[in-house]
């Protein structure tokens, strides 16, 4: 065993890892002696590998689907709508997670000089997460989902992530905190502190939900309220899980690479809480020109504009922390990833706050555009990033020489040509669509009026994609096969250090002397003075040493940016104008609603429509808040891989649904969808459908107490309906027992409330004065109260639609 001294993080002049430690506790301390755990980096460095080629090999398999979506070979749990939930979650929570893990674990215990707090907690951190990812494989391909973008998984999942994020992970990483040795707290532990307090709010407050089996759910936000909490959560989980530990791992792992101290002490506290404070804001911009109240939208962009200055002071901070050190660049492939991944993350967060303009919004949202700026951030960025950290730790943690340093070259040119040929395909398929979803004649007529010839154009540059993506996944092999031969080299015993540094006092006394203004001599005012030594931000250090308090402020930036959104859209009643004729969904249309979000079809094709002349001429009525106040959860989709649906009841008959989920391609020549034959085959369950109502009733829909206590046989009396009508245009016999017949039945119902006409009430005495009133022939009163409003809704829709398209 050998006894050393911990190794200090190089940092501009004065700020040190965290300070110089002794100043304050004295040398009158007691010493004390400890090892670092490096086991726990080990796993998660492991894990980080064999989840990363996890996560590739799934992207790149849902991107071989989506141009041959015959290759799932009907099987309902391998298509492009069941695995890309897989595919995000895998990418995020398994193979970033694991990586911002291994750094955390790794650099904070360096910092704080000090072994984690508690071993046992670190163990059951690692094997609780891999649980979980475990548990996401095993139920999103099975269409057990909330279906909400980056929090699918459901309600018992949640609790299980709250509970090892927050209270086994953040505990031991607080308690790890405040028994460090190292009494200021460097920059990285600030990103980590914001990372952890701020994705627990995040998921907890929008995975709120009432359960209605083990594995099902609805949430208590209805239609804009459960958009806008979604939006919250879905940018935040970007900026906080995707970002700020990443900044921490890039504030640690770059200047230890490159030798060189951070360039600037006091950017890095610009860049922290500025970043932590507007972050927060920006989430509605993703629902520019949508029922969300605009006032929310637009504060929403402002915020997004503003987060470009602190993200490229966090980028310049990095890449120029390399001055001096350049030459090692060239030399040196994991300085290479650094520079290209932080260069990424410099491009993504300028093309962010520019696509969060409403002008641009406009052009790119539901395109192919926004997937091509998310995975340059995440293949670029959060990619890079972890590559080049775990080539970094490699040899440190099995100590050894890496086996192949040619291999790791090789990987990172063959992963940044795969970037390049992923992005570039799908940034120009996002202008073709762009321009051919709002291209219209001299005669105001659109010019590509068919869906599917806009498809069609990019499905080349789709090819193009999965060439990038062999790339990529090739590359995250190499690293896998460099590790795993690094690792056949590690010595029989890793020599486990011991550190020797002084314990911490309990009161400190600052020896720094008191700063001075450098306008000491110069004849200005006294207020000029104070904010000169003000803007050297000496009381920043005094809070770097608090690493309570330092929690508690940046949990009050997060909640009070929050509350400023979030109280108005909740509270103000205007923001949710409600519609007369906008009804909740019969238990048949619930029931086919759930299996619409367990097929994940909310990943291809969106429920709502902007009003833009362009959308209104090919969709129709653009979507009012008030039709939403039903729909738990939303499905207002992020992308259009097919069309909007928000007004597709009434378009097609019964019998052309029941074909088109046998063969799209029957009904709709050059559609990319996969069959869904599955639904035609598999029987219907009409007993489960009883916990959907009575949930949707809990929360405030209105149903009979027919509905409520005779569920089964309400929602087959009207499969039985529409069945016979798919027999009468020519379809099969007894579909009211498949599944697709649900589906189909809220199909029809989407979108066709606003254009009902509202019944008009009964006289009070017409009861009373007929005794027979109220035995009439159930069937009957299914008709009356089921069928035909919405006949006449569709009839309505129809004139409407006939009348915009003129």
Wanted: proline fraction near 6%; hydrophobic fraction near 45%; aromatic fraction near 14%.
């Amino acid at each position: 065993m050998a006894t050393m001294t911990s190794t200090k993080h190089p940092q501009p002049g004065g700020a040190s890892s965290g300070g110089t430690g002794s100043a304050g506790s004295g040398d009158a301390g007691q010493m004390e002696q400890f090892s670092y755990d490096d086991t726990i980096v080990r796993l998660f460095a492991t894990a980080t590998i064999v989840w990363g080629i996890v996560a590739t090999l799934a992207g790149l398999t849902v991107a071989v689907l989506l141009v041959m979506p015959g290759l799932s070979g009907g099987l309902d749990w391998l298509n492009f709508a069941r695995l890309r939930p897989l595919h995000t979650n895998a990418a995020i929570f398994a193979f970033a997670g694991n990586a911002i893990f291994a750094a955390i674990y790794y650099s904070t215990q360096r910092l704080c000089k000090t072994r984690m707090w508690s071993d046992a907690l670190s163990q059951m951190h690692f094997w609780g997460w891999q649980l979980i990812i475990v548990l996401a494989a095993l139920t999103l391909p099975f269409g057990i989902t909330q279906s909400k973008e980056y929090a699918e998984l459901e309600w018992p999942i949640d609790i299980l992530i709250a509970v090892v994020w927050l209270f086994i992970f953040g505990g031991n990483f607080l308690m790890t905190l405040i028994n460090r040795r190292e009494r200021h707290m460097y920059v990285a532990l600030w990103f980590y502190i914001a990372t952890i307090v701020t994705v627990a709010l995040l998921h907890v407050f929008n995975n709120l939900v009432v359960p209605i089996g083990l594995f099902a759910s609805i949430p208590i936000y209805a239609g804009v309220q459960d958009a806008f909490m979604q939006w919250w959560y879905g940018h935040n989980a970007v900026a906080f899980f995707l970002t700020t530990p990443f900044l921490g791992l890039m504030y640690y792992f770059l200047p230890k690479a490159a030798d060189r101290p951070v360039f600037s002490y006091r950017l890095s506290i610009i860049h922290f809480w500025s970043l932590v404070f507007i972050y927060i804001w920006a989430g509605p911009h993703h629902l520019h020109y949508t029922a969300l109240p605009e006032w929310a939208s637009t504060l929403g962009m402002l915020f997004s504009v503003m987060l470009w200055m602190p993200s490229w002071g966090g980028m310049i901070n990095g890449l120029l922390t390399l001055r001096g050190a350049w030459h090692k660049v060239a030399a040196d492939p994991v300085l290479k990833f650094f520079v290209v991944g932080i260069t990424f993350y410099g491009m993504s967060t300028f093309e962010g706050p520019a696509l969060s303009v409403k002008a641009i919004n406009a052009f790119t949202h539901y395109t192919d555009w926004t997937i091509a700026h998310v995975h340059s951030g995440a293949l670029g960025w959060n990619g890079f990033m972890s590559f080049g950290m775990l080539y970094w730790l490699l040899p440190r943690l099995y100590q050894t020489k890496l086996w192949s340093p040619k291999l790791m070259s090789l990987h990172f040119w063959t992963g940044t040509i795969g970037i390049l040929l992923y992005i570039i395909p799908i940034y120009a398929a996002g202008l073709m669509q762009g321009w051919m979803w709002r291209a219209m004649d001299d005669t105001g007529h659109l010019m590509y009026p068919d869906f599917i010839e806009t498809t069609q154009s990019i499905v080349p540059l789709w090819w193009l994609r999965v060439v990038g993506g062999i790339l990529y996944v090739s590359g995250a092999l190499m690293m896998g096969i460099n590790a795993l031969m690094t690792w056949k080299n590690r010595p029989s015993t890793y020599e486990v250090p011991v550190i020797s540094a002084p314990r911490l006092t309990k009161e400190y006394v600052s020896q720094e002397p008191a700063p001075k203004s450098h306008l000491e001599d110069v004849p200005v005012l006294e207020l000029g003075k104070k904010l000169d030594i003000f803007g050297r931000m000496g009381w920043h250090r005094r809070w770097e040493r608090l690493p309570v308090k330092f929690t508690v402020l940046v949990t009050l930036a997060v909640v009070v940016a929050t509350l400023s959104e979030l109280i108005p859209t909740f509270l103000i009643r205007t923001n949710v104008p409600t519609i007369a004729t906008v009804k909740p969904y019969t238990p048949l249309e619930l029931a086919g609603r759930h299996i619409f979000v367990s097929e994940g079809c909310y990943n291809c094709h969106s429920q709502m429509i902007r009003p833009m002349v362009s959308e209104t001429k090919r969709y129709g009525e653009y979507s009012k808040p008030g039709e939403f106040i039903y729909d738990r959860p939303f499905q207002w989709g992020s992308r259009r891989i097919g069309p909007d649906l928000a007004r597709e009841g009434g378009k097609q008959s019964s019998f052309w649904h029941w074909t088109h989920f046998e063969n799209p391609e029957n009904v709709s020549p050059g559609s990319v969808m996969p069959s869904y034959g599955h639904l035609l085959t598999e029987d219907m369950k009409y007993d489960a459908i009883a916990p959907h109502v009575k949930a949707a009733a809990y929360l405030g829909a209105e149903y009979t107490d027919e509905e409520l206590n005779n569920t089964a046989e309400v929602a087959q009396k009207q499969a039985e309906y529409i069945a016979a009508d798919i027999v009468q245009q020519g379809g099969p016999a007894k579909t009211y027992e498949k599944q697709a017949i649900a589906l189909i039945a809220y199909l029809q119902r989407v979108g066709v409330d606003l254009f009902a006409e509202e019944a008009p009430a009964e006289p009070a005495g017409d009861a009373d004065s007929d005794p027979e009133s109220t035995e009439a022939d159930p069937d009957v009163a299914l008709n009356e109260a089921s069928v035909t409003p919405v006949a006449s809704s569709l009839h309505a829709l129809n004139s409407s639609l006939d009348e915009s398209n003129s």
